[in-house]
């Protein structure tokens, strides 16, 4: 998608990090900047002792190491985050630390070195009318980004996600390692927007090609209900119902009400442009309307 670049990643030994690696290594030099040496360790191991590859340790709240680890650096992107839904309810203070002091202090850094011509900050679908800590501190981080747009000497975009199937530490990956044990479900009817790792990782380098400046790239995505997820994979039909959790929705929006007049089609991507409306928006995109994956691509899609 790129070459000759020197670009770093925040959160950059978590499995989207891992995935961009894997696709830009072969052409760029790359910064793997995490605080995670277990992880960055097994990166090493695994990728070899490659000269085009820098390993970081730093937290992403540190604006004087980052601002250090972005010199040279023509590429940021910003992927470290809080982002399990419970943690975040019960500790929301650690999460408006990592997820905007960190962010902060990531465009701070970004400003301070110029050598560096796009940044891109990595959502999620829970930013869009959001009800969680989570999803409350993604939208922030949206806007900070967008602000930043206006004064930074780069381009800014962002980048919304759903769910990324088999991305370290999901549930489903826990599900498929202990089909046997007792699965619980928040309510019937709860279902999530679905793709690959891999769709991620391309999801943020065709915004660093394509984006402009404030841009926010939101990948149309099908969805599934847990409920068939589970269903395929134990074998069984019922599951104990337990109420949602608390910021949990029982459907999902890609696109909100308020950002529709601004959203534009752009191949498989919604793209949300903050200073031009939209005379024929697409309709909201939810799970509730989005098409669903068949039984054929859900097994394919969690890889049986």
């Known amino acids: ?10 959160g950059g030994s978590g499995s989207l990090g891992r995935q961009i690696v894997d696709i830009l290594k072969n052409s760029n030099e790359i910064v793997v900047y995490s605080r995670n040496e277990e ?11 490659l000269s085009n590859l820098t390993f970081i340790i730093g ?55 110029p050598s560096v011509k796009k940044a891109c900050g990595v959502s999620t679908d829970k930013a869009a009318s959001p009800s969680s800590v ?10 900070m980004f967008r602000e930043s747009a206006r004064y930074a000497d780069c381009i800014m975009s962002t980048v919304r996600f759903g769910n990324m199937i088999n991305s370290r530490g999901s549930l489903i990956g826990e599900w498929k390692s202990n089909p046997n044990k007792e699965i619980c479900l928040t309510h019937p009817d709860v279902a999530r927007f679905f793709f690959t790792v891999k769709d991620g990782a391309t999801t943020v380098l065709e915004a660093i090609n394509s984006a402009k400046n404030g841009e926010l790239y939101i990948r149309k995505m099908k969805q599934a209900r847990i409920y068939d997820i589970l269903k ?11 109420g949602l959790f608390p910021g949990e929705k029982i459907h ?5 009400q308020n950002e529709a007049p601004y959203c534009h089609e752009l191949g498989n991507y919604y793209v949300v442009k903050p200073e031009c409306i939209n ?11 989005a098409p669903a994956f068949s039984l054929n691509e859900l097994v394919t899609l969690l890889d049986f």
């Open 1 to 10: 998608m790129f070459a000759n670049e020197r670009v770093l990643i925040t």
């Open 39 to 49: 992880r960055q360790h097994e990166m090493q191991k695994s990728l070899g002792r």
């Open 59 to 113: 937290d992403v709240r540190d604006e004087l190491t980052l601002t250090d680890a972005l010199r040279g650096c023509t590429i940021a992107i910003h992927a470290a985050a809080m982002k399990d839904l419970i943690f975040c309810e019960n500790q929301p203070v650690q999460t408006y630390l990592n997820n905007l002091i960190g962010t902060q202090s990531f465009l701070q850094a970004v400003k301070k070195n």
């Open 134 to 143: 989570y999803g409350c501190t993604k939208y922030i981080m949206e806007q």
């Open 232 to 242: 395929l994979i134990t074998g069984r039909d019922s599951f104990p119902i337990i």
């Open 252 to 256: 999902e929006e890609l696109v909100s």
């Open 279 to 289: 005379k024929s928006p697409p309709q909201m995109y939810s799970t509730q309307n």
